[in-house]
Nanobody, 127 residues
Framework: QVQLVESGGGLVQAGGSLRLSCTASGRTLSRYPMGWFRQAPGKERDFVAALSMYGTITAYADSVKGRFTISRDNAKNTLYLQMNSLKPEDTALYYC????????????????????WGQGTQVTVSS
Protein backbone atom coordinates (compact mmCIF):
# COMPACT_ATOMS: atom_id res chain seq x y z
CA GLN A 1 0.00 0.00 0.00
CA VAL A 2 1.02 3.59 -0.66
CA GLN A 3 0.31 5.88 2.29
CA LEU A 4 -0.24 9.51 1.25
CA VAL A 5 -0.61 12.46 3.62
CA GLU A 6 -1.34 16.01 2.45
CA SER A 7 -0.43 19.16 4.35
CA GLY A 8 0.04 22.89 3.79
CA GLY A 9 -3.54 24.02 3.39
CA GLY A 10 -5.01 26.99 5.19
CA LEU A 11 -6.76 30.33 4.91
CA VAL A 12 -5.29 32.88 2.52
CA GLN A 13 -6.45 36.12 0.90
CA ALA A 14 -7.05 36.35 -2.83
CA GLY A 15 -3.79 36.87 -4.67
CA GLY A 16 -1.79 35.01 -2.06
CA SER A 17 0.19 31.78 -2.32
CA LEU A 18 0.31 28.38 -0.67
CA ARG A 19 2.39 25.26 -1.20
CA LEU A 20 0.73 21.93 -0.59
CA SER A 21 2.80 18.86 0.25
CA CYS A 22 2.04 15.18 -0.15
CA THR A 23 4.33 12.83 1.75
CA ALA A 24 4.48 9.14 0.91
CA SER A 25 5.41 6.22 3.10
CA GLY A 26 6.22 2.70 1.97
CA ARG A 27 6.83 3.48 -1.72
CA THR A 28 8.98 5.70 -3.90
CA LEU A 29 6.77 8.36 -5.51
CA SER A 30 9.00 8.81 -8.55
CA ARG A 31 7.93 5.33 -9.70
CA TYR A 32 4.27 6.35 -9.94
CA PRO A 33 2.21 8.82 -11.96
CA MET A 34 0.87 11.39 -9.48
CA GLY A 35 -1.91 13.93 -9.40
CA TRP A 36 -3.68 16.64 -7.44
CA PHE A 37 -7.47 16.90 -7.31
CA ARG A 38 -9.87 19.18 -5.48
CA GLN A 39 -13.45 19.03 -4.32
CA ALA A 40 -15.65 21.89 -3.15
CA PRO A 41 -18.78 21.31 -1.02
CA GLY A 42 -21.58 19.93 -3.17
CA LYS A 43 -19.27 19.53 -6.17
CA GLU A 44 -17.57 16.60 -7.88
CA ARG A 45 -13.88 15.91 -7.49
CA ASP A 46 -12.01 17.80 -10.22
CA PHE A 47 -8.61 17.35 -11.80
CA VAL A 48 -6.05 20.02 -10.93
CA ALA A 49 -2.58 18.85 -12.00
CA ALA A 50 -0.70 15.67 -12.86
CA LEU A 51 2.87 14.45 -13.14
CA SER A 52 4.00 11.41 -15.12
CA MET A 53 6.23 8.63 -13.88
CA TYR A 54 9.73 10.09 -13.28
CA GLY A 55 8.27 13.58 -13.76
CA THR A 56 8.83 13.87 -17.50
CA ILE A 57 5.34 15.16 -18.37
CA THR A 58 3.00 17.59 -16.61
CA ALA A 59 -0.60 18.62 -17.17
CA TYR A 60 -2.89 21.24 -15.63
CA ALA A 61 -6.55 22.10 -15.59
CA ASP A 62 -7.29 25.22 -17.63
CA SER A 63 -8.52 27.00 -14.52
CA VAL A 64 -5.12 26.76 -12.80
CA LYS A 65 -2.72 26.84 -15.74
CA GLY A 66 -0.08 29.50 -15.26
CA ARG A 67 -0.81 29.81 -11.54
CA PHE A 68 -0.16 26.32 -10.13
CA THR A 69 2.94 24.14 -10.46
CA ILE A 70 3.19 20.43 -9.66
CA SER A 71 6.60 19.06 -8.70
CA ARG A 72 8.29 16.25 -6.80
CA ASP A 73 11.30 16.11 -4.50
CA ASN A 74 12.67 12.61 -4.88
CA ALA A 75 15.10 12.97 -1.98
CA LYS A 76 12.22 13.77 0.38
CA ASN A 77 9.75 11.45 -1.37
CA THR A 78 7.29 14.34 -1.44
CA LEU A 79 4.91 15.73 -4.06
CA TYR A 80 4.18 19.48 -4.10
CA LEU A 81 1.57 21.81 -5.51
CA GLN A 82 2.72 25.42 -5.58
CA MET A 83 -0.33 27.68 -5.82
CA ASN A 84 0.11 31.34 -6.72
CA SER A 85 -2.38 34.13 -7.46
CA LEU A 86 -5.06 32.27 -5.55
CA LYS A 87 -8.71 33.05 -6.22
CA PRO A 88 -11.84 32.44 -4.13
CA GLU A 89 -12.83 29.86 -6.76
CA ASP A 90 -9.81 27.79 -5.68
CA THR A 91 -11.42 27.10 -2.31
CA ALA A 92 -11.73 23.33 -1.91
CA LEU A 93 -10.42 20.23 -0.22
CA TYR A 94 -7.26 19.23 -2.07
CA TYR A 95 -6.19 15.60 -2.50
CA CYS A 96 -3.02 14.01 -3.81
CA UNK A 97 -3.21 10.62 -5.50
CA UNK A 98 -1.06 7.94 -7.13
CA UNK A 99 -1.65 5.53 -10.01
CA UNK A 100 -0.61 1.94 -9.26
CA UNK A 101 -1.56 0.30 -12.57
CA UNK A 102 -0.52 2.00 -15.80
CA UNK A 103 0.79 1.09 -19.24
CA UNK A 104 2.29 4.31 -20.57
CA UNK A 105 4.65 7.10 -19.54
CA UNK A 106 1.94 9.71 -19.52
CA UNK A 107 -0.24 11.80 -17.22
CA UNK A 108 -3.64 10.75 -15.88
CA UNK A 109 -6.51 13.19 -15.43
CA UNK A 110 -9.38 10.86 -14.58
CA UNK A 111 -9.77 10.17 -10.84
CA UNK A 112 -10.90 6.65 -11.75
CA UNK A 113 -7.33 5.91 -12.87
CA UNK A 114 -5.96 6.55 -9.38
CA UNK A 115 -5.57 3.85 -6.77
CA UNK A 116 -4.17 5.64 -3.72
CA TRP A 117 -5.48 8.83 -2.13
CA GLY A 118 -4.55 11.07 0.76
CA GLN A 119 -7.03 12.36 3.32
CA GLY A 120 -7.13 15.87 1.85
CA THR A 121 -6.06 19.32 3.04
CA GLN A 122 -8.41 22.32 3.10
CA VAL A 123 -7.61 25.47 1.13
CA THR A 124 -9.81 28.51 1.72
CA VAL A 125 -9.29 31.71 -0.27
CA SER A 126 -11.04 34.85 0.95
CA SER A 127 -11.90 37.86 -1.18
Amino acid sequence: QVQLVESGGGLVQAGGSLRLSCTASGRTLSRYPMGWFRQAPGKERDFVAALSMYGTITAYADSVKGRFTISRDNAKNTLYLQMNSLKPEDTALYYCAAVATFSSFTVYKDPKDYDYWGQGTQVTVSS
